[in-house]
T-cell receptor, first 116, second 117 residues
Framework: GAVVSQHPSRVICKSGTSVKIECRSLDFQATTMFWYRQFPKQSLMLMATSNEGSKATYEQGVEKDKFLINHASLTLSTLTVTSAHPEDSSFYIC????????????FGQGTRLTVV | AQSVTQLDSHVSVSEGTPVLLRCNYSSSYSPSLFWYVQHPNKGLQLLLKYTSAATLVKGINGFEAEFKKSETSFHLTKPSAHMSDAAEYFCVVSDQYLRSNTGKLIFGQGTTLQVKP
């Protein structure tokens, strides 16, 4: 099966600092990765679509300068939360699709970010 | 535009009884539909998917779903619930374009399944 690894699984950071979350497809290549945010007891909200070698496409209302996305290779996308504030605390999940594959997306384990 | 509505935010069943989680969708294109399960503080696991093949789709752990175009529904069922089935379930629609795998996944609001002993 296809495995997507997300790291770290948990992170606590101080207000004003930046945090980087990595999303790797371990056994397949992914031209497209997706970043989601999930608030407690709520559904997943798509933040942005990350395309290898090009700029990410952000959903309406998501601050591009706040949530920096880089997709430097076919197996790695990163989300950097810049100048984090307590309201950025959330569960962040990435997903990836195979190159030329089906519509199925494979999800990472998620990252619990707590900003204190 | 695509959308998906999960009709129940919370479903409670007794162990050994059937499970029904309801989902209705709206899509301008021929949709791909999925059910994912999420256990607390975990990522999402695919239960099953519909991609215009057989309308009755069988998934893992005894779950299945039936695609009904006339009703725009994709309800998830299981004949007999186990305690380990307690989790959050998401119905998802993808607007898959031809020759592209960049279609977005649109998530339903989620249904919390509680299984009582």
């Amino acid at each position: 099966g296809a495995v997507v690894s997300q790291h770290p699984s948990r992170v606590i950071c101080k207000s004003g600092t930046s945090v980087k979350i990595e999303c790797r497809s371990l056994d397949f290549q992914a031209t497209t990765m997706f970043w989601y945010r999930q608030f407690p007891k709520q559904s997943l909200m798509l933040m942005a679509t990350s395309n290898e070698g090009s700029k990410a496409t952000y959903e309406q209302g998501v601050e591009k300068d706040k949530f920096l996305i880089n997709h430097a290779s076919l197996t790695l996308s990163t989300l950097t939360v810049t100048s984090a504030h307590p309201e950025d605390s959330s569960f962040y999940i990435c997903s990836a699709r195979r190159v030329g594959g089906s519509t199925e997306a494979f999800f990472g384990q998620g990252t619990r970010l707590t900003v204190v | 535009a695509q959308s998906v509505t999960q009709l129940d935010s919370h479903v409670s069943v007794s162990e050994g009884t059937p499970v029904l989680l309801r989902c209705n969708y709206s899509s301008s294109y021929s949709p791909s539909l999925f059910w994912y399960v999420q256990h607390p503080n975990k990522g999402l696991q695919l239960l099953l998917k519909y991609t215009s093949a057989a309308t009755l789709v069988k998934g893992i752990n005894g779950f299945e779903a039936e695609f009904k175009k006339s009703e725009t529904s994709f309800h998830l069922t299981k004949p007999s619930a186990h305690m380990s089935d307690a989790a959050e379930y998401f119905c998802v629609v993808s607007d898959q374009y031809l020759r592209s795998n960049t279609g977005k996944l649109i998530f339903g609001q989620g249904t919390t399944l509680q299984v009582k002993p």
